[in-house]
């Protein structure tokens, strides 16, 4: 065993929606490699998904998040089978939501409280190093 102190360290959430996509495969008898290629199709679904949430949401910047969601370099990362693509979506739904509260001008309802704790907690579940980005929260 050899310990490399400078990786990245990744909790098994951000695992789940590729094993989610792996187990059905392997029910289907689908082979390993149609299965790499679904998943990195889901993924990148997902983060289509996760992006088309975040304008929706938000109420400024939509031109900003798209822009970002629509780079080159951000369309080919995010259609791989890293985690890191459900924590930048999560991470885009997250501000969405807190330019929703900020900008709406009226207090913060307990709903949406509740789905920004929840946020919160997934992204830090996927990368425990981000908990500091909670506690700013």
């Known amino acids: ?10 909790g098994p959430i951000g695992y789940l929606p590729q094993a989610i996509v792996y ?3 392997a029910i289907a008898n689908i082979g390993p490699g149609y299965a ?15 992006g088309f949430i975040a ?4 109420p400024v910047f939509k031109e900003i998040f798209l822009l970002l969601l629509m780079l080159p370099a951000s369309l080919a990362f995010h259609m791989s089978l890293n985690p890191d ?3 930048h979506g999560l ?3 997250f501000f969405s939501l807190v330019f929703k509260v900020y900008f709406s001008q009226q207090p913060v309802r307990a709903g949406q ?4 704790s929840l ?4 992204i830090t579940l996927i990368k425990p190093n981000l908990v500091f980005l909670g506690i700013l929260f």
């Open 1 to 10: 065993y050899v310990d490399f102190a400078n990786t990245g360290f990744y």
């Open 23 to 25: 187990k059905a495969c």
């Open 36 to 50: 790499f290629y679904l998943g990195r199709i889901a993924m990148f679904g997902m983060w289509l998904l996760c």
């Open 55 to 58: 304008i929706r949401t938000t």
């Open 85 to 87: 693509v459900l924590l």
């Open 91 to 93: 991470g885009f739904l």
């Open 113 to 116: 409280l509740v789905i920004l």
């Open 119 to 122: 946020l919160m907690a997934l």
